[in-house]
């Protein structure tokens, strides 16, 4: 990768089925074909902000394969490790979206191509010209498995001084609570920076107020605790102290994604030394604006659309 930056990430992808009607999923009959995954996302993110953005997969050898593919290409990924694979078709998703922007999804990914990858699939070269290693607990809860490849990608990227990013994304359709927990603690000894739902944590630690929350994560020495706080915004907790940042005012039309957007934002803003509030608030200007399209990814903002958003630059309209 030629940028200045570069950030590698490991995730599936699948297919999405955006509903057309708002309500529960019974009830849709059209659906608009779009693309969708945590980690890719997060890819898309990153490559739109100007960063390297590296994407580990597997995608089924089939049509569906392609056209995730040939998007993740056109968006600016680098997908020199994603390959095809025969007799797993790409996986699937279907949304349904409620009046408010909230969402559920139906996932049709078990098996998903992904858990073809093996640990002989990690080596080192992947990790040239990396500053960030992005993980999130939809890779994990794709199967037992991928665990031994996660702890791989976390041993070369601590060998490397490579920063390490965890967004837990809990999926409770994939696993459940006490699986996901016990995977995440045996991660959380690595990383660096945690980026992850005010729910989400409390769900994981069993606890409720900050102060316990930042007692639960101080045992693993995370440096950076980021909680992402839908339309409120969000909160860092760094060398001792708490620095928030209010939500912006938008009106959400679908908000699967903000929070790969949130932290693509944030990993953007980490390798450009931004101070603590510019983090948050470029960030969350990236959140916002993900929430104003349909789509997991879509709304994923430029560099100079979240720097207009947010008012640090002047747009010229005409
Ligand atoms: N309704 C909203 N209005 C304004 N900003 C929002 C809204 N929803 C999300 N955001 C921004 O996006 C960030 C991430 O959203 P959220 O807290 O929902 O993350 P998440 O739970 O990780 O999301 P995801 O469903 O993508 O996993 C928020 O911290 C906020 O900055
Ligand atoms: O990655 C997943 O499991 C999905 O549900 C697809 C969505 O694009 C993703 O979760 C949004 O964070």
Not at 4 to 13: K, N, P, S, Y
Not at 191 to 217: H, N, W
Request: with cysteine.
């Amino acid at each position: 990768m030629l940028k200045e930056f570069g950030v590698l990430t490991i995730g599936d992808a699948m297919i999405t089925m955006n509903p057309s009607t708002t309500g529960p999923l019974k009830y849709v009959t059209q659906f608009e074909r779009k693309i969708g995954g945590a980690e890719m996302n997060f890819a898309i993110g990153c490559a739109r902000l100007g960063l390297g953005s590296k994407w580990i997969s597997r995608l089924g050898k089939d049509e569906f394969g392609q056209v995730i593919y040939n998007f993740a290409r056109g968006e600016g990924i680098d997908v020199s490790s994603v390959d095809f694979v025969e007799g797993v078709p790409t996986s699937l998703n279907f949304k349904e979206i409620h009046a408010n922007g909230s969402g559920k999804t139906y996932y049709y990914r078990n098996p998903s191509p992904i858990s073809s990858l093996s640990e002989e699939d990690i080596t080192e070269d992947l990790f040239d010209g990396i500053q960030v290693v992005h993980l999130t607990g939809v890779y994990l809860a794709l199967g037992e498995p991928n665990m031994a490849i996660v702890q791989k990608i976390l041993t070369i990227a601590k060998q490397k001084g490579i920063t390490i990013s965890f967004d837990p994304n809990i999926r409770l359709k994939l696993w459940s609570i006490e699986d996901a927990r016990e995977a995440y603690e045996k991660v959380f000894p690595e990383v660096d920076i945690l980026l992850t739902g005010l729910d989400e944590i409390q769900m994981i630690s069993g606890k409720e107020t900050l102060e316990e929350l930042v007692e639960y994560t101080a045992r693993f020495e995370i440096k950076d605790f980021v909680i992402k706080d839908g339309e409120k915004g969000s909160k860092l907790y760094r060398k001792g102290r708490w620095i928030e940042s209010s939500g912006f005012s938008v009106t959400p039309v679908d908000t699967v994604g903000a929070g790969d957007g949130f932290d693509a934002g944030y990993i953007y803003g980490i390798l450009n030394h931004f101070d603590e509030e510019s983090l948050l608030r470029f960030a969350n200007g990236v959140g916002a604006l993900v929430t104003t399209v349909t789509g997991d990814n879509e709304g994923l903002p430029y560099l100079e659309e979240v720097e207009n958003f947010i008012g640090d630059k002047k747009a010229v309209e005409r």
